[in-house]
């Protein structure tokens, strides 16, 4: 119930095209929704984060689109750049608690 | 100073050895969280500490163990080392107990041979 189910674990995108990765949850309990973006020899780095009692939060080109009923969230890319390319990570959390990682999708922008 | 800071970046250990990893705080930041990150995986929650103490911890055995010092510095400990421990590991610093926005580390690649 504590799991993250992230889809899919690869995806490649020409550039200028729309990237989308899913993740579902079972807790209802998580209040906290973020997605990191994760370079090669890097940690993870903060995207953009929605709470539920909202249904979409764009930032730029980066956008999250939450199904509560279906306790379901996803990360569309727009416009993908190269420099997009990165393994991307949905995460959960309590209160501000433990954060509670998808498995990744790495995705590749082709020029 | 801004950002997490982790040392060492690499480390090559041998089985049953023991191990510390440093992690530096974001200035201002009163929390430290650890997690491991295996290769082509999420991170998973190790522990966290609050105020140097520990106030919440993951599906660890107990030879991982952390200490959080007055500075909120902190250092993870693994002892008996196993292959399975070889994974990249996180420390993520926020403010507060109740806060949405860590800041993770580079991270320790940590090698078990």
């Known amino acids: 119930q504590q799991q993250v189910k992230q889809s899919p674990q690869s995806l490649i995108v020409q550039k200028g095209g729309i990237s989308i990765i899913n993740c579902a949850y079972e807790n209802t309990a998580f209040d906290y929704f973020p997605w990191y973006q994760q370079f090669p020899g890097k940690g993870p780095a903060l995207l953009i984060a929605i709470r539920p009692d909202v249904s979409e939060k764009k930032e730029g080109r980066f956008t999250i689109s939450f199904n509560k009923s279906a306790k379901q969230f996803s990360l569309h890319i727009m416009d993908s750049q190269p420099g997009d390319s990165a393994t991307y990570f949905c995460a959960a959390s309590i209160r501000g608690g433990k954060l509670i990682f998808g498995q990744g999708t790495e995705l590749s922008v082709k020029p | 100073e801004t950002g997490v800071t982790q040392s060492p970046t690499h480390l090559i250990k041998t089985r049953g050895q023991q191990v510390t990893l440093r992690c530096s705080s974001q200035?201002?930041?009163?929390?430290v969280s650890w997690y491991q990150q295996a290769l082509g995986q999420g991170p998973q929650f190790i522990f966290q500490?609050?105020?140097?103490?520990?106030?919440g911890r993951g599906n660890f055995p107990p030879r991982f163990s952390g200490l959080q010092f007055p500075n909120y510095s902190s250092e993870l400990n693994v002892n008996a080392l196993e292959l399975d421990d070889s994974a990249l590991y996180l420390c993520a610093s926020s403010s507060g107990t109740l806060n949405y926005g860590y800041t993770f580390g580079s991270g320790t690649r940590l090698t078990v041979v």
């Open positions: 200035s201002g930041h009163n929390t």
């Open positions: 500490y609050y105020r140097e103490e520990e106030n």
